[in-house]
């Protein structure tokens, strides 16, 4: 082959990875492993959450005698929630996205529940002499926050996914070598679920 050959062969080869990088063979996968990596960290905060309740509840049961149906909402919520599970090929899924949704809800509003309980030391004035206590208190707050912030970047992260694989010329790559699918945000319709709870100035 003469070197006149291989330099045109060379320029062909250059134009065709360069057409395809910009019909977005590269930035479709990369988007995508990029929210799958930011739903892991949805499914951290909330795994973390759970293993926080059995804790929290034994603390409250203590000193609540009349309140044990928050005690047992929380406990079945918290089951219902664990063994509702999402794996990464399930996020284009609305009904599977849905169903971990509602389960991962009903368990906010029960550890809502169980967050006010604590809070009101002036019915239960024994908890002030539980030790672990205000620390419990506050890994709820900080939890609760943590669920929102990575709520938050996977939204964001899937929101960036989609408007590539629907725009071009990112679309081509999506469409015609990947076959890809609109990923679902993550909706929190819990009242108050976009702030961290504030138990503050309740002690």
Known sequence: MSSAHRVIRGAIVASAAL????????TVPTKEE??????????AA???RANLIPNLAAVAKGAATQEKGILVGVVEARAKATSVQLNPGDLTDPAKMKAFQDAQNQLSNSVAGLGRLLANV???PELKSITNYQMLQSQLEGQENRVRISVRDYNSAVQD???TIRTFPAMVAAKVIYGAKPMVPYQAVTPGAEAAPSLEGKL
């Open 161 to 163: 996914y989609n408007t």
């Open 34 to 43: 990029a929210a799958k990596a930011r739903w892991a960290d949805v499914q």
């Open 122 to 124: 002036e019915a239960y």
């Open 19 to 26: 057409s395809l990088s910009a019909c977005g063979v590269n």
């Open 46 to 48: 909330f795994q973390e």
